[in-house]
């Protein structure tokens, strides 16, 4: 398989300065070029831009998507340390669950106080105006 940047880009879903940029920051190994210096991938370019986009939509960082990539490539080793890292991200996830909760929350009081009217009564803009230890 002798694909060019545009057609890996089509295939794999990533655009192409994230193609550049992953291999910029070696995710993806340096592809071999054409006597005209243009890039050429193959099928497990494919795959493993995959692994990243997908990583990726899964909100892993690419230090992660780094280590993942590397236990990936050594199918006989453990997968403690591929469980350990997504015990982390997990941890990571829940944490900005509960924010958000929180974040919801007070617009949700926020919106409750208001009574409608004009700005000058508006509870949203006085909500918005106090610092966070001082509702009232």
Known sequence: MDLSIGELSRQSGVKIPTIRYYE????????????GKQRRYGAPD????????HSRELGFELDDIRELLTLSAQPEKPCENADKITARHLATVDQRIAQLKALRAEL?????NCEGGCVADCRVLESLGTPSGSKG
């Open 108 to 112: 949700a009081r926020m919106l409750a």
């Open 46 to 53: 494919i795959t493993r831009l995959n692994f990243i986009r």
């Open 24 to 35: 910029q920051v070696g995710l993806l190994a340096t592809p071999n070029r054409t006597e």
